[in-house]
């Protein structure tokens, strides 16, 4: 599933093609995504502007001139594709739109946004476990989607001491309580794992070490939320990870999965320097856990 580095990448590279822009008309293909999609979703968004696109967590959110706020999931394997004109897609990486040039569309362009720059914005889920809904703006805060996130982990007021009085008393592994939505918004597999290798972490190590008795940060807590913020800024500089789903917007490969020091690298040699240790894999509450048994403690 896509984590908080590629939803940040696609929410940038939808900026300049729909911020600004009038919905001329929208395509409704398949409205059985993870959940129907509203009778009058294509109604509602007809004619409306977009006058902003924003990101929490795992969420698009795209402010409407008509008031509603248009929240989108990219599921397990969703993905956004902006065209232009002829449906010229252009980057270092084509992705395959086999029929769109015969002016067909392909299976899985399940809603398509037509703009009114004349660009067009297609939704493509092969799984569709994706998801959009149309929220009043003065409702978002009781929105259940969003509700009981924690705190944005590139944002200012996350911190040590936060992260520490989110983890105070957790008789959990570290890596399951980053990956709780509830402590810290965003957070997958991958970026865990590659955060806590960063961070010379274990991520067996109880949630709770990071913090002391009174909840007070620890210098554990420290390196946790400084490589947490490293990782990810440098996840999104390089256009986020591209395992099997994921695409940019025009169509090329994030490249980050190229600077994995853990995830996916077992067996393979410690990258961390002068460690001699070798990645190991393992499994935690159902998912895979990559980790240097030598130098994450």
């Known amino acids: 599933m896509p984590e908080l580095p590629e939803v940040e990448t696609v929410r940038r590279g939808l900026q300049p093609a729909m911020e600004g822009q009038r919905f001329l008309e929208v395509e409704v293909r398949r409205g059985d995504l993870r959940w129907p999609l509203p009778k009058d979703f294509a109604r509602r968004l007809a004619g409306a502007t977009v006058t902003g696109i924003g990101r929490r967590a795992k969420y698009l959110l795209v402010d409407l001139s008509t008031g ?5 999931h990219l599921g397990m394997s969703g993905s956004f594709h ?52 149309l929220v009043a703006r003065e409702r978002l805060d009781d929105e259940p989607l969003l ?97 099997r789903d994921h695409r940019l917007t025009d169509g090329d490969l994030g490249m980050f999965q190229h600077s994995f020091r853990v995830y996916d690298r077992e067996g393979e040699k410690c990258r961390t320097s002068g460690c001699t240790g070798t990645v190991k894999r393992i499994v935690q509450n159902g998912r895979s856990t990559f980790y240097c048994p030598v130098c994450q403690k």
């Open 68 to 72: 509603d706020v248009l929240i989108m």
């Open 82 to 133: 902006v065209f232009q004109g002829n449906d010229k897609q252009l980057g270092r990486y084509r992705h395959a739109r086999e029929k769109h040039m015969a002016g067909k569309h392909l299976a899985h362009d399940h809603v398509v946004f037509h703009m009114s720059s004349g660009t067009r914005v297609t939704f493509n889920d092969p799984r569709r476990f994706g998801s959009m809904k």
């Open 147 to 243: 509700q009981g996130l924690g705190p944005e982990p590139l944002g200012n007021a996350f911190d040590a001491a936060m992260l520490a009085q989110a983890c105070k008393g957790k008789k959990t592994s570290l890596k399951a309580a980053l990956l709780d939505q509830r402590v810290v918004a965003g957070l997958g597999n991958i970026y865990v794992c590659e955060a806590l290798h960063r961070a010379r972490l274990s991520p067996k190590r109880l949630a709770a070490t990071i913090a002391g008795r009174n909840g007070a940060p620890n210098e554990r807590a420290e390196r946790l939320v400084e490589a947490i913020k490293a990782v990810l800024n440098a996840a999104i500089k390089d256009g986020g990870s591209s395992l």
